[in-house]
C-alpha cells in the first residue's frame, strides 16, 4: 500500500473514528448497555456484510435495527416474516397493464437501504431464500430483468431461538450470507431499572437526529478496505482459519469467504478504534460474532462458545 493512502494520516482516521463514535452515543440513546454489541452493528455495517441477531422476543432487536437506520440516515423497511410469507412479499411483483398490454414490476419492501428481516426463522425456507441473491448480490431478478437495490444496502435478521414453536431453522447457505451473529442479552440491573421507570425507548426514535449521510456512510465502507494488515496480522488470521480446518474440533473449517469476513470485519473495528492498521485486538473483537455461526462443533469436547474457544486456542503470532 502507498504512503499516501489517506487512512494512515492520522487526522482523517481520527475524524473518521470521531463520527462512527458519535453514531454509537446516539445508539446508546436508545439501547442501553449494550455498548459492545451496538459497535459489532456498526462495524457489521462498516464492512459492508449483513448481520443476525439471535435472542428471545423482547430485548430490543427491532428497535435496535430502527434506531441503527435513523441514526444513519438511511431509508428503512420492516418485512415480518411468517409462515405464510411468500417471495413477492418480499421482492415485488409484477402486474400487467391492460392500458400499455405489459407487465410492469413493482418493487418490494427489499428495495430499501436497511431491511428488517424480524423473525426470520418463522417463515417457510422457501420465503427465506427470497434473500438469497439480494443479500449476495445487491439485486433482485424478477421476470428476467435485473433491478438494483439501493446503496448502502443492509440487512438485519433477527431470529427466535429455534426450540420456539413456529420456527424453521436456518440452512448453512442462509446463514453464511450474514457476516456477523451477535446476541443482545438481557439488560444489566441500573439499565433495566431505568427501563421499568421511563418504559421503552422506542418513541424516542423519531426525535434523533441522523449523525451522517448515506453517502458518508458508502463512503467510509468503500475505505475499509484500505485499512493497513500488517503480515502477523495476516499471520494471525490465518492461524485462526488452519485451527478450525486441522485440530478436528470442527465438522468442518472456515471457508476462503469466511476468512476473506474475518478480514474485512477486523479492518472495520480498526477504523471504529481510530487504529492506523489492523491490531490482533481488533481480530479478537469480531472473531466470536464472525465464525461462530459458521461452525459446528465434531465432539461434545468443544465448549459452546466456538468463538472464545479459538481465541484461547490459537495464539497471537
Do not use: W
Not at 448481520?51 to 441514526?71: C, F, N, W, Y
Not at 414490476?105 to 428481516?117: D, R, T
Not at 444496502?153 to 420456527?167: W, Y
Not at 485499512?227 to 476462503?256: K, M, N
Request: aromatic share 6%; glycine share 6%; with cysteine.
Amino acid at each position: 500500500m502507498s504512503s499516501g493512502t489517506v487512512l494512515h494520516a492520522e487526522p482523517v482516521a481520527n475524524a473518521t473514528a470521531a463520527r462512527l463514535t458519535g453514531a454509537l452515543t446516539a445508539l446508546e440513546q436508545i439501547i442501553v448497555d449494550k455498548r459492545a454489541q451496538l459497535q459489532l452493528c456498526v462495524c457489521c455495517m462498516l464492512a459492508g456484510g449483513h448481520l443476525l441477531i439471535e435472542d428471545v422476543p423482547g430485548v430490543g432487536k427491532t428497535t435496535l435495527a430502527h434506531a441503527l437506520a435513523r441514526v444513519l440516515g438511511l431509508s428503512y423497511q420492516r418485512i415480518q416474516f411468517t409462515s405464510d410469507l411468500l417471495p413477492a412479499d418480499i421482492l415485488g411483483v409484477s402486474i400487467f397493464r391492460r392500458e400499455t398490454g405489459n407487465f410492469e414490476f413493482h418493487k418490494g419492501p427489499v428495495f430499501s437501504q436497511l431491511v428488517l428481516a424480524d423473525e426470520i426463522n418463522r417463515a417457510t425456507p422457501k420465503a427465506q431464500s427470497a434473500l438469497l441473491e439480494a443479500m449476495e448480490e445487491r439485486q433482485v431478478t424478477a421476470d428476467g430483468e435485473t433491478f438494483d437495490l439501493p446503496a448502502p444496502f443492509f440487512v438485519i435478521a433477527t431470529s427466535n431461538p429455534a426450540h420456539q414453536i413456529g420456527t424453521f431453522e436456518l440452512p448453512e447457505s442462509q446463514l453464511d450470507r450474514f457476516l456477523m451473529r451477535i446476541a443482545l442479552g438481557y439488560p444489566g440491573p441500573a439499565a433495566e431499572r431505568a427501563l421499568l421507570t421511563l418504559g421503552e425507548r422506542r418513541e424516542m426514535i423519531a426525535s434523533i437526529e441522523p449523525v451522517m449521510t448515506p453517502d458518508e456512510l458508502t463512503l467510509m465502507q468503500n475505505r475499509v478496505g484500505e485499512v493497513f494488515l500488517s503480515e502477523p496480522v495476516l499471520d494471525y488470521i490465518q492461524a485462526v482459519i488452519a485451527f478450525t480446518r486441522e485440530s478436528g474440533a470442527f465438522t468442518a473449517g472456515l471457508s476462503p469467504r469466511a476468512g476473506i469476513a474475518l478480514t474485512r470485519a477486523a479492518q472495520a473495528c480498526a477504523m471504529i478504534e481510530g487504529h492506523d492498521g489492523v491490531h490482533p485486538e481488533d481480530v479478537q473483537q469480531v472473531l466470536p460474532a464472525v465464525v461462530a455461526h459458521r461452525l459446528a462443533a465434531s465432539t461434545l469436547d468443544v465448549p459452546d462458545d466456538l468463538g472464545e474457544f479459538i481465541l484461547r486456542s490459537v495464539p497471537i503470532p
